[in-house]
């Protein structure tokens, strides 16, 4: 899974293809666990990773992380539980969970 290539700055044209590679398999993980669905999570995932791609030469390098972890927290596909999407048994009580 890679995202699509935007202009950016020589300073961040190393980072961003590095800062990728180091969130994405969290990422999916967060996803899958958010919508029950590894492709509806897969696929968000790629959504994600292709628009932070294209802001990402616009935001301070110290910002990507939050900025990242927002665009996926916002992404309809994991927002809500996917058909046929479930939680492993141990995690069941998750959904139930509330923001501090």
Known sequence: MTAAN???SSNAAGALPAFLR???RRALVVAELQCGNPTV????LVAVM???TGIA??????????RFWI???HRHPIRVPAEGGHWEPALAHLPSL???
């Open 22 to 24: 180091g969130v994405e």
């Open 71 to 73: 665009l996926l927290a």
């Open 6 to 8: 935007a202009p950016i």
């Open 41 to 44: 999570a897969e696929q968000a």
């Open 57 to 66: 030469s616009d935001v301070p390098m110290a910002q990507w992380p939050d």
């Open 50 to 52: 292709r628009a932070f």
């Open 98 to 100: 509330s923001a501090p």
